[in-house]
């Protein structure tokens, strides 16, 4: 067994430095902080046997669990780098077992409040999150090695903004065979295949349809666009709008003036049953559309309530706005809390401001919501579009291309080794 001593400014560079010298089956036996950096105790041949302690009886209560330190008679005499005071062996680790065993979270541990037990806590969760960081590079360094190619394709999809997952998902269906252009186009393919967008014109079946979201992200716009682009196809009488935003006076009198301007009724409901009322009164129209606040906890129990009311024979059938200007995680929020609402599909808006797409994609995939109709713009209703796969895939590499950034080599190793959630937000 060979034991050796390495020195770094930082755990990063010590483990590099240790599986430079000793392999990746090296094994570290120690890690302290030492005056201008942190020193690592790594073996190679290891044998664990050596160092495995008998069995143990059943460990005592926590509390009367004592500071660690090794019994010395566990402490291998003749080893020159345990003959001096030295911190017990806190885990050993072999690299390559490590990379195998990226495995869920590990069982919650009571730790003692002892100092020295929480330094050591403190020290463990250290070295994993360097120990992970290091794995996910030598994952992403493995692939360049293994498949450049492929490694290649990875980037362009982190580039669209995709989570990581999906761009692995993408990567892996495509032909390692084909011509890196060829392989774009596939991954691409796969992407359009993969993007949920329904079929047609949802208006042109008619029914109550609701629209529900966060605050701001341009409901109400968005309800005059689809009133006025119904108007143009089948004229105003068959139409009628109900707004739900009882907290603005402003946004009433934001639908009741677009109501004016496309002579089309507008009733206004601050409760379920006042909005069972408007939907009988509008009960001969061909089309409803309802409008509604945001989603603080009173807005979700009403839009769960939406899900609930039924005009006539239709239920109230809910769309999900989202804008595409929000973040990811802010997105998954929103889409987690108005599943109460049972959305059958989305309206993205404001593409018109988003400096990338990819995040919305992983979104909507993820969740399995199928994009309705699309805006990219304030104008009444020119800025209204139906969701096609393939034009909303162009616009995300359009932009892509326009933001032309290039994603960091430790920025794509954390994204891919999935230690980072996902490649942006
Ligand atoms: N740039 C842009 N702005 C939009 C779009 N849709 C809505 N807006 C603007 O977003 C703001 C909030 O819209 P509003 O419909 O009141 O949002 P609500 O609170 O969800 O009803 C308004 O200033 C709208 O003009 C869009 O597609 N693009
Ligand atoms: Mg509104």
């Not at 560079?13 to 599986?19: G, Q």
């Not at 666009?225 to 709008?241: D, I, P």
């Not at 509604?292 to 809910?318: C, K, W, Y």
Request: negative net charge; hydrophobic residues 40%; contains cysteine.
């Amino acid at each position: 067994m060979k034991i050796k001593r390495f020195f770094a400014p930082d755990m990063r560079t010590a483990l590099r430095k240790v599986r430079e010298t000793l392999g990746s089956d090296a094994v570290i036996l120690s890690n302290k902080r030492v005056d201008g950096g942190v020193e690592l105790v790594a073996a190679m041949d290891y044998d664990e046997a050596a160092f495995t302690p008998e069995p143990e009886p059943e460990p005592p209560a926590m509390a009367d669990v004592r500071p660690l330190r090794p019994p010395q008679s566990e402490v291998p005499k003749n080893e020159p780098y345990i003959g001096e005071r030295h911190e017990p062996p806190a885990q050993t680790l072999k690299l390559d077992q490590l990379r195998r065993q990226r495995q869920p979270a590990a069982k919650r541990v009571e730790w003692s409040q002892d100092p020295l037990l929480q330094e050591m806590r403190r020290e463990m969760s250290e070295l994993r999150r360097m120990m992970e960081l290091e794995l996910s590079e030598l994952t992403w360094r493995d692939l360049g090695e293994r498949s450049p190619q492929k490694q290649e394709l990875m980037r362009q999809l982190m580039e669209l903004g995709l989570s990581a997952d999906l761009c692995r998902k993408l990567a892996e269906r495509v032909d390692a065979t084909e011509s890196p252009e060829q392989a774009w186009r596939q991954a691409m393919f796969h992407l359009i295949g993969e993007l949920p967008v329904m079929d047609g014109d949802m208006l042109e079946q008619g029914g109550v349809i609701a629209l529900v979201g966060p605050t701001g992200v341009g409901k109400t716009t968005s309800i005059a666009k689809l009133a006025a682009h119904f108007c143009l196809r089948q004229g105003s009488r068959s139409l009628a709008l109900i707004t739900c935003d009882s907290y603005r006076i402003g946004a009433q009198e934001q639908l009741h003036n677009y109501g004016r301007i496309l002579n089309v009724p507008v009733r206004s409901a601050a409760s379920a049953d006042e909005l069972s009322d408007a939907l009988h009164t509008f009960s001969g129209k061909r089309l409803v559309l309802i409008d509604t606040a945001g989603m603080s906890q009173r807005d979700l129990q009403f839009s769960e309530r939406l899900s609930l009311i039924t005009a006539g024979n239709h239920p109230v059938t809910t769309l999900l706005t989202l804008s595409a200007t929000t973040q990811r995680a802010a997105m998954n929020h929103a889409v987690n809390a108005f599943r109460v609402a049972n959305p059958v599909g989305v309206v993205l808006t404001k593409m018109d401001e988003a400096a990338s797409l990819g995040g919305v994609f992983s979104t909507l995939i993820e969740a399995g919501l199928p994009l309705a109709f699309t805006t990219d713009g304030q104008r009444v209703p020119e800025d209204l579009h139906l969701a096609r796969a393939h034009t909303l895939v162009s616009q995300a590499i359009e932009l892509a291309q326009e933001a032309g950034e290039v994603l960091d080599e430790a920025y794509l190793a954390l994204a891919f080794g999935g230690t980072g959630e996902h490649a942006h937000v």
